[in-house]
């Protein structure tokens, strides 16, 4: 053996007597419960736990790894949206209906991929993921429901001697790609022209001012009833086969919550010891929407090939064959490029934006909290009010993206990706970066997203279960904030929870009731009243700012501690606060920079106050 051969030995995993994996501290077995544990010896720890800050740059290799399981992370939220709305479209089940799914779902993965870069490079520059958000599912679905947007029965077979299937859409013959495509433009233009309000907020700092009158007992209705009001969409596809969307359900719920804390030893390797050894992986927390998805997909496909799901249209659990739609990979082109316009011109209605405001609030006010769990993870100081207006208006800039590029879905941050940063101990900017370019890469290689589109319709009904639960599980947890014991804060949760689930769902019962003799105010009306989220939201946003209460009974002055504290911080030593906000071009040049509000060099009150402190 020559001095420049390396000797790689595995080491034992159960440790000899007298050998330093006995002691108290075991460098190399530190964190075993962690994961990714053989990079934590290429790079030494921060005093914080973290193996990478915000602004440390991995190696390439290991930004790609971070960044594919960023990607898998947020793959059940960005394949779910796309496949729900494809019902409510109109998109045909034939060949040509799938390979607009297969579109839709490679137009979502570009332009998540796009804004996480936007928003990483000149937004708040937090290591943070942009995808599609949930929040803009009802008002999307309340257009769609629109008597206009009713899906069209088919033509006769053969019709004008054609082999393709026409659609008889409002008096026009069309096909199916047509169908879907007006109706989405619809949604589109919605989209688009809401987005601008968050850009404004960002751009003028008014997110600080609205806040103030936005509190839990607004925020607990907006939030809740984005899942509940999606139940019928969950249990429409569970209903085709409620054995296996009980199995995706059981299996997600025993990944997620009963082995979440198992870890499970595999062989990993030293790159700075030069040693391979034996180190632990909490598998089943960082993946269980992964788990779930794949071992229900594998159940269906053997259920497939071995004919326990019949082949025949007319038989129950056709639809749960994995093969209805596998002819989507063949026609499906291997590399397709969104861009703005690809489904037509967007069409804005007054109704629609006026819908879309409400998932446009929703959304800023998701986001103001991630941004600063965000910082507390990558152990940076909260962020300031121009990293923050700025954030916001990137995030409105990434919906007006979606808008136009046509995702039919807004973007916000993903919660899931923030929570990553404490399971990996990576906080590295340049990995979310990462993540964005394979997310495009990705997007553009359409062959792959039309994968997805082969999943059978109850293992997406299982996962949409436990999706939609936690969204309202998540906008009820708001409610720690509050006095339960006060009968004001009953009657404000119960009154605006019920309206917005009993309106909703008797516009959307009875849209023709509504009759002003104007199509454009009945259309307008009709949005309002069918979306449950902004029905309740509204409410709760009314009664809890005119009802008598003290701000610790509405719970307000606990909901905003944490932004207290963040300013306070801020306050207490300008000096501290990271240069990791600020853009990543030179900024002082301009001496009007500090009265723009997502500048570096602008100054809020707070900081303004803290100058003049002696």
Known sequence: MTEHEITVECIDPVPEPGSYENKAFDPEEENTNQEIESIADEKPQSSSGLLYGLNDVPPWYLCIAFGLQHYLLAIGSLVGVPLILASMLCIPDDAMGDVGRASLISTTFVV???????QTTIGNRLPIMQGNSFSFLPPAIAILSLPHNQCPPALPTGYMNTTVTLYNDSGLIVDGEEVWHRRIREVQGAIAVAAILEVILGATGAVGFLMRFIGPLTIVPTIT???????????????????????????????????????????????????????????????????????????????????????????PYY???????????????????????????????????????????????????????????????????????????????????????????????????????????????????????????????????????????PVIGGMFYIMFGMISAVGLSNLKYVDLDSNRNIFVIG???????????????????????VIELDQIFTIILS??????????????????????????KAFNVHHEESENKESGDLSEIDESYNLPFPTNCCRFSRYFPFMPGYKSNVENSAEKQP
């Open 531 to 556: 979306s449950a989220m902004l029905v309740g939201g509204v409410v709760g946003f009314f009664l809890d700012n005119t009802l008598p209460g003290t701000e610790s009974e509405r719970g307000l």
């Open 112 to 118: 998540s991929g796009a804004c996480t870069l936007i």
């Open 225 to 315: 009833l984005i899942g509940l009001d999606l139940f019928a969409t969950a249990a429409t596809n569970a209903e085709v086969q409620w054995g296996i969307a009980f199995f995706t359900i059981v299996v997600l719920t025993l990944c997620s919550q009963y082995l979440k804390n198992v870890t499970i030893p595999f062989p990993k390797f030293s790159f700075r010891r030069r040693k391979c050894y034996i180190g632990k992986s909490g598998f089943f927390r960082m993946f269980p929407v992964l788990i779930a998805l794949l071992s229900a997909w594998l159940l269906c496909y053997i259920f497939t090939i071995t004919n326990v799901f019949p082949n025949d249209p007319t038989k």
């Open 319 to 457: 639809r749960a064959r994995t093969d209805i739609r596998s002819n989507v990979i063949h026609n499906s082109p291997w590399f397709r490029f969104p861009y703005p316009g690809q489904w037509g011109l967007p069409v804005v209605t007054v109704g629609g934006f006026i819908g879309m405001l409400a998932a446009i609030m929703a959304g800023t006010v998701e986001s103001i909290g991630d941004y600063h769990a965000c910082a507390r993870l990558a152990d940076v100081p909260p962020p300031p009010s121009h990293a923050l207006n700025r954030g916001i208006m990137m995030e409105g800039v990434g919906v007006m993206l979606a808008g136009l590029i046509g995702t039919g879905s807004g973007t916000t941050s993903f919660s899931q990706n923030v929570a990553a940063i404490g399971i990996t101990r990576v906080g590295s900017r340049r990995v979310l970066q990462t993540a964005g370019v394979l997310f495009m890469i990705l997007g553009y290689f359409s062959k792959f997203g039309s994968i997805f589109v082969t999943v059978p319709d």
């Open 495 to 517: 009154v605006s929870l019920f309206m917005g689930l009993s309106v909703a769902n008797w516009a959307k019962a009875n849209s023709s009731a509504i009759n002003t003799g």
